[in-house]
Protein backbone atom coordinates (compact mmCIF):
# COMPACT_ATOMS: atom_id res chain seq x y z
CA UNK A 1 0.00 0.00 0.00
CA UNK A 2 2.99 2.11 1.20
CA UNK A 3 4.45 1.48 -2.07
CA UNK A 4 1.35 2.00 -4.34
CA UNK A 5 1.10 5.60 -2.51
CA UNK A 6 4.14 6.80 -3.25
CA UNK A 7 4.17 5.79 -7.04
CA UNK A 8 0.97 7.86 -7.04
CA UNK A 9 2.95 10.79 -5.52
CA UNK A 10 5.42 10.49 -7.97
CA UNK A 11 2.61 10.70 -10.63
CA UNK A 12 0.85 13.72 -9.27
CA UNK A 13 4.53 15.49 -9.12
CA UNK A 14 4.86 15.69 -12.47
CA UNK A 15 8.09 16.95 -14.01
CA UNK A 16 10.09 15.38 -10.75
CA UNK A 17 8.30 12.20 -11.64
CA UNK A 18 9.74 12.15 -15.14
CA UNK A 19 13.02 13.18 -14.69
CA UNK A 20 15.79 12.70 -17.05
CA UNK A 21 18.34 14.29 -19.09
CA UNK A 22 16.78 17.79 -19.63
CA UNK A 23 15.73 17.93 -15.84
CA UNK A 24 19.47 17.09 -14.97
CA UNK A 25 20.86 19.72 -16.75
CA UNK A 26 18.29 22.56 -16.07
CA UNK A 27 18.66 21.76 -12.15
CA UNK A 28 22.72 21.92 -12.98
CA UNK A 29 22.51 25.34 -14.61
CA UNK A 30 20.59 26.22 -11.95
CA UNK A 31 22.93 25.31 -9.60
CA UNK A 32 25.53 27.22 -11.22
CA UNK A 33 23.41 29.92 -11.47
CA UNK A 34 23.34 30.15 -7.54
CA UNK A 35 26.62 29.47 -6.11
CA UNK A 36 28.44 31.26 -9.40
CA UNK A 37 26.05 34.46 -10.21
CA UNK A 38 28.79 36.97 -11.68
CA UNK A 39 29.58 33.94 -14.80
CA UNK A 40 26.95 34.24 -17.77
CA UNK A 41 26.25 31.40 -19.37
CA UNK A 42 27.33 32.06 -22.64
CA UNK A 43 31.11 32.37 -20.73
CA UNK A 44 30.70 28.67 -19.67
CA UNK A 45 32.25 27.33 -22.52
CA UNK A 46 36.17 29.35 -20.60
CA UNK A 47 35.83 27.43 -17.83
CA UNK A 48 38.28 28.60 -14.90
CA UNK A 49 38.85 31.72 -17.56
CA UNK A 50 35.32 32.75 -17.26
CA UNK A 51 36.26 33.37 -13.38
CA UNK A 52 39.51 35.08 -14.01
CA UNK A 53 39.89 38.08 -15.81
CA UNK A 54 43.97 37.88 -15.96
CA UNK A 55 43.59 34.79 -17.50
CA UNK A 56 40.97 35.19 -19.76
CA UNK A 57 42.96 38.06 -21.54
CA UNK A 58 46.12 36.35 -21.90
CA UNK A 59 44.19 33.10 -23.31
CA UNK A 60 42.70 35.98 -25.95
CA UNK A 61 46.53 37.13 -26.41
CA UNK A 62 46.97 33.56 -26.99
CA UNK A 63 44.44 32.32 -29.01
CA UNK A 64 45.14 35.81 -31.33
CA UNK A 65 48.19 33.91 -32.50
CA UNK A 66 48.23 30.54 -31.29
CA UNK A 67 51.70 28.45 -31.27
CA UNK A 68 50.10 25.46 -31.92
CA UNK A 69 48.66 26.61 -35.68
CA UNK A 70 51.51 24.37 -37.38
CA UNK A 71 50.02 21.28 -35.37
CA UNK A 72 46.76 21.69 -36.84
CA UNK A 73 47.85 21.89 -40.12
CA UNK A 74 49.13 18.70 -39.73
CA UNK A 75 45.74 17.50 -38.52
CA UNK A 76 44.46 19.33 -41.55
CA UNK A 77 46.68 17.15 -44.15
CA UNK A 78 45.80 14.05 -42.65
CA UNK A 79 42.19 15.12 -43.05
CA UNK A 80 42.42 15.92 -46.71
CA UNK A 81 45.15 13.13 -47.58
CA UNK A 82 42.76 10.84 -50.03
CA UNK A 83 43.02 7.56 -48.90
CA UNK A 84 44.30 4.48 -51.17
CA UNK A 85 40.68 3.76 -52.52
CA UNK A 86 40.89 8.03 -53.71
CA UNK A 87 38.24 8.70 -51.46
CA UNK A 88 38.47 11.38 -48.40
CA UNK A 89 37.46 11.70 -44.78
CA UNK A 90 34.73 14.14 -46.31
CA UNK A 91 33.11 11.35 -47.70
CA UNK A 92 31.86 9.53 -44.23
CA UNK A 93 30.24 12.91 -42.98
CA UNK A 94 27.09 14.58 -44.04
CA UNK A 95 28.08 18.04 -45.36
CA UNK A 96 32.14 16.86 -45.63
CA UNK A 97 31.77 17.36 -42.30
CA UNK A 98 30.77 20.21 -41.69
CA UNK A 99 28.82 21.08 -38.59
CA UNK A 100 28.38 18.09 -37.76
CA UNK A 101 30.62 16.74 -34.32
CA UNK A 102 28.27 18.57 -32.21
CA UNK A 103 25.80 15.82 -32.62
CA UNK A 104 28.76 13.56 -31.05
CA UNK A 105 28.75 11.72 -29.13
CA UNK A 106 25.39 9.26 -30.56
CA UNK A 107 23.81 6.44 -29.04
CA UNK A 108 24.27 3.86 -31.64
CA UNK A 109 21.07 1.59 -31.56
CA UNK A 110 21.90 -1.68 -33.63
CA UNK A 111 25.39 -1.36 -31.76
CA UNK A 112 23.99 -0.74 -28.45
CA UNK A 113 26.61 1.60 -27.36
CA UNK A 114 27.75 5.15 -27.79
CA UNK A 115 29.89 6.47 -30.79
CA UNK A 116 31.79 9.00 -29.91
CA UNK A 117 33.27 11.63 -32.83
CA UNK A 118 36.89 9.75 -33.03
CA UNK A 119 35.18 6.60 -32.96
CA UNK A 120 33.36 7.88 -36.66
CA UNK A 121 36.83 8.51 -37.88
CA UNK A 122 38.16 5.30 -37.11
CA UNK A 123 35.50 3.82 -38.52
CA UNK A 124 35.78 5.62 -41.52
CA UNK A 125 39.41 4.61 -42.02
CA UNK A 126 38.36 1.24 -41.52
CA UNK A 127 35.58 1.26 -44.13
CA UNK A 128 38.00 2.84 -46.82
CA UNK A 129 40.60 -0.24 -46.34
CA UNK A 130 43.02 2.37 -43.95
CA UNK A 131 44.40 1.33 -40.78
CA UNK A 132 42.69 2.72 -37.77
CA UNK A 133 44.70 5.18 -35.30
CA UNK A 134 45.25 4.35 -31.90
CA UNK A 135 43.22 6.31 -28.58
CA UNK A 136 45.63 8.89 -27.16
CA UNK A 137 47.51 9.06 -30.21
CA UNK A 138 49.13 12.69 -31.32
CA UNK A 139 47.94 11.63 -34.69
CA UNK A 140 44.09 10.94 -34.26
CA UNK A 141 44.42 13.85 -31.21
CA UNK A 142 45.61 16.27 -34.54
CA UNK A 143 42.91 14.65 -37.27
CA UNK A 144 40.45 15.28 -34.14
CA UNK A 145 41.05 18.62 -33.22
CA UNK A 146 40.83 19.88 -36.97
CA UNK A 147 37.98 18.10 -37.77
CA UNK A 148 36.17 19.50 -35.09
CA UNK A 149 37.21 22.44 -35.82
CA UNK A 150 34.94 22.68 -39.38
CA UNK A 151 31.67 22.58 -36.61
CA UNK A 152 33.02 26.01 -34.79
CA UNK A 153 30.07 27.92 -34.05
CA UNK A 154 27.68 24.82 -34.00
CA UNK A 155 25.64 24.34 -30.69
CA UNK A 156 26.30 21.21 -28.95
CA UNK A 157 22.86 19.48 -29.88
CA UNK A 158 23.41 15.66 -28.33
CA UNK A 159 20.56 13.61 -28.38
CA UNK A 160 19.53 11.04 -25.52
CA UNK A 161 16.57 9.32 -27.09
CA UNK A 162 15.56 5.49 -26.28
CA UNK A 163 16.12 2.84 -23.70
CA UNK A 164 19.26 2.23 -24.45
CA UNK A 165 20.71 5.44 -24.94
CA UNK A 166 19.55 6.54 -21.46
CA UNK A 167 21.02 3.38 -19.90
CA UNK A 168 24.27 5.27 -21.49
CA UNK A 169 23.67 8.54 -20.16
CA UNK A 170 22.61 7.39 -16.83
CA UNK A 171 25.79 5.16 -16.39
CA UNK A 172 28.18 8.21 -17.54
CA UNK A 173 25.94 10.02 -15.00
CA UNK A 174 26.52 7.60 -12.29
CA UNK A 175 30.57 7.33 -12.94
CA UNK A 176 30.36 11.41 -12.71
CA UNK A 177 28.48 11.96 -9.15
CA UNK A 178 30.68 8.15 -7.51
CA UNK A 179 33.43 8.51 -5.53
CA UNK A 180 36.58 7.03 -7.02
CA UNK A 181 39.91 7.02 -4.97
CA UNK A 182 39.70 10.01 -2.82
CA UNK A 183 36.71 12.02 -4.01
CA UNK A 184 34.42 12.74 -7.18
CA UNK A 185 34.43 14.54 -10.35
CA UNK A 186 31.14 16.02 -8.94
CA UNK A 187 32.63 17.04 -5.72
CA UNK A 188 35.12 19.18 -7.18
CA UNK A 189 33.13 20.44 -11.07
CA UNK A 190 29.93 20.42 -9.42
CA UNK A 191 29.49 21.64 -6.12
CA UNK A 192 33.08 23.15 -5.44
CA UNK A 193 33.00 24.99 -9.04
CA UNK A 194 34.89 28.43 -8.71
CA UNK A 195 36.80 27.83 -6.00
CA UNK A 196 40.19 27.98 -6.13
CA UNK A 197 42.48 24.65 -6.46
CA UNK A 198 46.54 25.04 -7.39
CA UNK A 199 45.77 28.49 -8.67
CA UNK A 200 43.25 28.03 -10.95
CA UNK A 201 38.84 27.67 -10.60
CA UNK A 202 37.49 25.07 -10.49
CA UNK A 203 35.35 25.16 -13.98
CA UNK A 204 31.72 23.87 -14.25
CA UNK A 205 30.50 20.52 -15.69
CA UNK A 206 28.28 22.90 -18.09
CA UNK A 207 30.52 23.86 -21.15
CA UNK A 208 33.71 21.35 -20.87
CA UNK A 209 32.94 19.20 -23.35
CA UNK A 210 32.22 22.47 -26.11
CA UNK A 211 36.04 22.72 -26.87
CA UNK A 212 38.10 19.26 -26.81
CA UNK A 213 40.39 18.51 -27.93
CA UNK A 214 42.72 21.64 -26.29
CA UNK A 215 46.60 22.25 -26.63
CA UNK A 216 47.81 21.72 -23.12
CA UNK A 217 50.53 24.62 -22.21
CA UNK A 218 49.77 25.83 -26.05
CA UNK A 219 51.63 22.41 -27.21
CA UNK A 220 50.33 19.20 -26.15
CA UNK A 221 47.18 17.92 -27.77
CA UNK A 222 44.92 16.68 -25.08
CA UNK A 223 41.56 15.04 -25.70
CA UNK A 224 38.28 15.32 -23.43
CA UNK A 225 39.22 11.58 -22.03
CA UNK A 226 42.90 12.05 -21.92
CA UNK A 227 41.99 15.06 -19.54
CA UNK A 228 39.54 13.01 -17.64
CA UNK A 229 42.53 10.20 -17.18
CA UNK A 230 44.47 13.34 -15.61
CA UNK A 231 41.85 14.37 -13.39
CA UNK A 232 41.46 11.01 -12.93
CA UNK A 233 45.14 10.47 -11.71
CA UNK A 234 44.77 13.36 -9.07
CA UNK A 235 42.12 11.83 -7.51
CA UNK A 236 43.71 8.53 -7.34
CA UNK A 237 40.90 6.72 -8.95
CA UNK A 238 41.42 3.29 -10.50
CA UNK A 239 42.93 3.85 -14.05
CA UNK A 240 39.97 3.39 -16.86
CA UNK A 241 41.17 2.93 -20.73
CA UNK A 242 40.93 5.38 -23.30
CA UNK A 243 37.70 4.08 -25.48
CA UNK A 244 36.46 2.22 -22.58
CA UNK A 245 33.17 2.01 -22.13
CA UNK A 246 33.20 4.15 -18.97
CA UNK A 247 34.92 6.61 -20.66
CA UNK A 248 32.56 7.03 -23.82
CA UNK A 249 29.41 6.52 -21.28
CA UNK A 250 30.64 9.29 -19.34
CA UNK A 251 31.74 11.50 -22.27
CA UNK A 252 28.37 11.36 -23.48
CA UNK A 253 26.70 12.19 -20.28
CA UNK A 254 29.22 15.26 -19.53
CA UNK A 255 28.22 16.44 -23.92
CA UNK A 256 24.89 16.43 -23.33
CA UNK A 257 25.43 18.93 -20.45
CA UNK A 258 27.39 21.41 -22.60
CA UNK A 259 24.02 21.43 -24.81
CA UNK A 260 23.01 24.70 -26.59
CA UNK A 261 26.63 26.07 -26.17
CA UNK A 262 29.09 26.76 -29.13
CA UNK A 263 32.00 24.83 -29.94
CA UNK A 264 35.26 25.66 -30.89
CA UNK A 265 38.21 23.68 -30.93
CA UNK A 266 40.62 23.67 -30.56
CA UNK A 267 41.61 25.98 -27.65
CA UNK A 268 44.40 26.72 -25.05
CA UNK A 269 44.36 25.43 -21.60
CA UNK A 270 46.41 26.05 -19.19
C1 LIG B 1 40.01 17.64 -6.64
C2 LIG B 1 39.15 18.35 -7.59
C3 LIG B 1 38.88 17.70 -8.94
C4 LIG B 1 38.30 16.47 -9.18
C5 LIG B 1 37.86 15.43 -8.17
C6 LIG B 1 38.16 16.37 -10.61
N1 LIG B 1 38.65 17.51 -11.23
FE1 LIG B 1 38.57 17.92 -13.19
N2 LIG B 1 39.65 19.62 -12.87
C7 LIG B 1 40.04 20.11 -11.63
C8 LIG B 1 40.85 21.30 -11.82
C9 LIG B 1 41.47 22.16 -10.70
C10 LIG B 1 40.92 21.53 -13.20
C11 LIG B 1 41.67 22.67 -13.93
C12 LIG B 1 40.85 23.92 -13.90
C13 LIG B 1 39.59 23.72 -14.68
O1 LIG B 1 39.63 23.86 -15.92
O2 LIG B 1 38.57 23.37 -14.07
C14 LIG B 1 40.13 20.47 -13.83
C15 LIG B 1 39.88 20.39 -15.20
C16 LIG B 1 39.03 19.48 -15.78
C17 LIG B 1 38.61 19.51 -17.17
C18 LIG B 1 39.04 20.54 -18.19
C19 LIG B 1 38.09 21.70 -18.29
C20 LIG B 1 38.42 22.62 -19.47
O3 LIG B 1 37.63 23.50 -19.77
O4 LIG B 1 39.45 22.46 -20.08
C21 LIG B 1 37.78 18.44 -17.36
C22 LIG B 1 37.11 18.05 -18.65
C23 LIG B 1 37.68 17.73 -16.09
N3 LIG B 1 38.43 18.41 -15.16
C24 LIG B 1 36.94 16.58 -15.89
C25 LIG B 1 36.94 15.86 -14.69
C26 LIG B 1 36.34 14.56 -14.54
C27 LIG B 1 35.63 13.79 -15.64
C28 LIG B 1 36.55 14.18 -13.26
C29 LIG B 1 36.20 12.87 -12.61
C30 LIG B 1 36.78 11.67 -13.22
C31 LIG B 1 37.26 15.27 -12.60
N4 LIG B 1 37.49 16.25 -13.51
C32 LIG B 1 37.61 15.28 -11.26
C33 LIG B 1 39.71 19.56 -10.41
C34 LIG B 1 39.11 18.33 -10.23
Redesign the pocket.
Known amino acids: MRKLLAALLLLATGSNALAGPMEDREALIDHYRKILPDVRFENY ?5 SMNPGAKSQYDDFMSFPSYSMDLEKGQKAWEQPFANGRKFSSCFPDGGRNVAGNYPYFDEAANRVVTFENAINACLEKNGEKTLPYGSVELGLLTAYAKSLSDGMKVDVKVEGKGALAAYEKGKA ?2 YEK ?1 G ?8 VD ?2 GKI ?2 D ?6 V ?6 P ?1 FLGGTDITT ?1 QQ ?2 T ?3 R ?2 H ?1 RPQALNSETYND ?1 EYF ?1 TYMSNGLPMQTP ?1 Y ?2
Open positions: IYGSLYYHKGSCAGCHNALNEHISMLGQATHYVLRFQCGNMALMVRK
